[in-house]
DNA sequence: TCTTTGATTTGACTTAAGTCAATGCCCTCA
DNA sequence: TGAGGGCATTGACTTAAGTCAAATCAAAGA
């Protein structure tokens, strides 16, 4: 696959122009990585920012004690670590590689200088960072509003929402998944626990069935108790 | 004050050039502000977004029970709610004028238009964008990794940082400065009472002189209990 | 099949922080 | 001067969730 075509892969960019994606296709520089394979860390110098053609990353950050808070995981035609191109030139958290993955690297210099020639560029790249930050917020409010359980309960109406069905099967463990709600595995299980004995989901392995949408939904907000 | 005059106060703006400065001075509507006054509410539909020239707003979130976190405080020369000019049509949070404020206001549409005109315009929106991202994704770290000490000191280096001197004083109350940490007045309150009692603050009323960085830096990190 | 290794679950315990209620402290205004 | 109101503090109690340690389970090889 070429470098255009790995470019087509990636929602954002493929509505540009063909024009746009000749010249992205000439900056841009294209790898493998294995699972567990690290990316960037944070802090580093930041060269470029990167989008997935196939596998799967986390981003994340590590406490002082070895806690690790993952703060977004990226799939395929997914952009990551853009941020850096326009701010300060450090990266804010660590990536890694949690499958073999293709990753598409965009050196931050000659990418500016493309996005002087090519508004629509920049317009298109506004509305993923207005929704980028538009995440953020609900994060944040997922953290500092809710409990475990509502955390859970959230991110389980919203895997309903992106799967489209009340039956799928989780991509990540449950340690990620943790990280990922701000919990610790621990916590995780004993919650899980709790909404299987009250029939609200059903799981096996990492298949989840959502058995009581309606109890979930009350959960998520706040209004009721496990 | 003109409109293009109060446009210059805003740091992000004006350093356009001044044909741009005019063309944004066209579109913008200025008006007042009371203190408490509501400038949106969430789910709001859209119809542009502001930039405070004079004043102090809050954006905040609502819990079912009524808890507010508060998600930014604004002070002069700060834009809000451009997000919803780019992703969908609806405000995220509800925002509120602490102080009487001045505020500008872009409508949607008519920006739009500007914005495939002006290149440059869109470059400086991403780096701001990019800036507001940063910040987002360290909240989400303080609110997730950190406890309470850990965020208050955080905060306090902070302020340290931007006002360049050791004491200065909180230009919010304390119920503010609660919802800001994610946090309730009394859990504040008793915080801050440990850290004067270590003498690593000192407070009288709202003014605040920080006596023992260093201790404050290692709170902030994790690395040591108060 | 039998290990081995890592993921998951469970139990016992600890702790940070929230709730509720009472009290104290200014500050303003009549 | 003193009464009222809002902010701030304190105490007693409750609870969600974290820690630590042990037990299970499960998949992957030898």
Chains 1, 2 share one sequence.
Do not use: C, W
């Amino acid at each position: 696959m070429t470098d255009l075509d790995q470019l087509k892969q990636i929602p954002l960019l493929n509505q540009l122009p063909e024009e746009d994606l000749k010249n992205l296709a000439r900056i841009v520089v294209s790898r493998e990585y294995l699972a567990g394979e690290d990316i960037f860390y944070e802090n580093d110098s930041a060269k470029g920012f990167f989008a997935l053609v196939k596998g799967r990353i986390k981003i994340y950050k590590l406490s002082f004690m070895g806690k690790e808070q993952i703060l977004h995981i990226f799939g395929p035609g997914e952009i990551f670590a853009e941020v850096a191109v326009f701010s300060d030139q450090k990266y804010p958290a660590n990536a890694q590689a949690l499958q073999k993955s293709t990753i598409l690297f965009f050196p931050r210099q000659r990418f500016r200088e493309l996005l002087t020639q090519t508004p629509d560029l920049g317009l298109h790249l506004l509305g993923l960072f207005a929704l980028r930050l538009r995440e953020l917020v609900a994060k944040i409010e997922e953290l500092s509003l809710k409990e475990v359980p509502a955390r859970l309960a959230a991110h389980l109406l919203l895997l309903l929402e992106t799967e489209g069905k009340t039956t799928f099967s989780l991509n990540i463990n449950k340690n990620q998944l943790a990280g990922l709600l701000g919990t610790i595995p621990e916590t995780l299980s004993r919650v899980i626990k709790k909404f299987k004995d009250k029939g609200l989901i059903e799981m096996n392995g990492n298949v989840i069935t959502l058995k009581d949408q309606e109890t979930l939904k009350e959960i998520a907000q706040g209004l009721r108790r496990i």
